[in-house]
């Protein structure tokens, strides 16, 4: 009789843990928000920074070069002659047009080492031959392109072969204000005045629906767009994973359960929530949803937001499954039982 409080205390941890092993599916990692519009900003000039390395030489560009070790050439500049040459002190005769810049740089160090033991070489565009437009992100041909007359956002947008399959449906143009203002009663100023910027349809571009926003490009604009804007579904549904919002704003929330397949087996649609970015914080508010009334015409569809979460949690209900995830304890405890009774 006096084991009967610790066989009964070992009875009750064992159907506590069995319950705690059930599996109820892991919460989708938290991520940043979409930044707001100066970051985004910071972000566009930082993506032209990283086009530069990539842009190809042409005859009547001026670079400087800095190159430690080789005082002849450091901190000059050199203009790149007709036939794409250009004349270096100590280095001689090179060819530069046709080459990126990366690669010009690669060629020098490779000549300098005749002179310096671990030569250093970095180049700079410093003036363009012809007066350049930017086209940053998910564009087939990303890349610094000369704007040789009057050319037009869908011109140019033809040259650069387009967009990619997986990119957002909305290009963001943006132009310092030596360029003048945009001329669109959508067009934003940046904080510091320093640029001006407007997002443009790509459906309302291509289909010609406002003429006015083919615009005509001027000398440094620059032409961004990035990945398609995602939903994500999570937890009990058949397909876990992104969705893209493509030319939409949203996604309902039936979409999105469509294009997931549908409840799992173990879901409980009535404990269904939406996960939203709270702006300039990296935190999510969580949003309750009833997805049986939804499903059932009782309450009103409800839209995604990019970036929205939508997760589908387990029943709570144990099914024979799930007790197979707590076995092993339960073979453990009982062992430990059955020592104290015969004991």
């Known amino acids: 009789m006096t084991k009967s409080p610790v066989l009964l205390s070992l009875i009750l941890i064992l159907g506590g843990l069995v319950w705690a092993q059930a599996p109820t599916g892991a919460l989708p990692p938290r991520t940043e928000p979409i930044g707001a519009g100066s970051q985004q900003a910071s972000e566009s000039r930082s993506a032209v920074d990283q086009l530069r390395p990539n842009y190809v030489l042409r005859p009547g560009d001026q670079v400087l070069i800095r190159a430690a070790g080789i005082q002849d050439i450091s901190e000059k500049p050199f203009l790149i002659d007709g036939d794409g040459f250009v004349e270096l002190p100590t280095l001689g005769r090179v060819k530069a047009g046709g080459l990126t810049v990366s690669h010009l740089e690669e060629l020098l160090v490779k000549l300098s080492r005749e002179y310096v033991r671990e030569p250093q070489v970095t180049v700079t565009v410093v003036q363009f031959s012809s007066e350049p437009v930017f086209f940053v992100g998910a564009f087939k041909t990303p890349g610094i392109y000369p704007l040789n007359g009057r050319r037009t956002l869908l011109e140019m947008m033809a040259a650069v072969g387009g967009l990619l399959p997986n990119a957002s449906r909305r290009i ?36 010609n629906l406002n003429p006015a926003e083919d615009l005509l490009l001027q000398p440094f604009d620059v032409i961004s767009v990035e990945r398609s804007e995602l939903v994500y579904v999570s937890g009990e549904v058949l397909k876990v994973g992104a969705l893209e919002l493509q030319e939409r704003d949203s996604m309902s929330v039936l979409q999105a359960l469509t294009q997931a397949g549908g409840l799992g087996p173990g879901a409980n649609p009535k404990s269904a929530f939406i996960l939203r970015p709270i702006l300039n914080t990296s935190r999510r508010a969580e949003i309750p949803l ?32 799930d007790l197979l995830y707590a076995l092993p304890i339960a073979v453990t405890l009982l062992t430990a039982v059955s020592y104290l009774i015969l004991k």
């Open 172 to 207: 963001k143009l943006t132009r310092r204000k030596e360029s003048g203002e945009i001329p669109l009663s959508s067009a934003v100023m940046a904080p510091d005045g320093s640029s001006s910027s407007v997002e443009i349809n790509m459906a309302r571009l291509r289909d």
């Open 290 to 321: 009833n997805l049986k009334r939804i499903l059932s015409s009782e309450d009103n569809d409800v839209p995604l937001l990019p970036n929205d979460v939508l997760y589908v949690p387990k029943s709570s209900t144990i099914k024979g499954r």
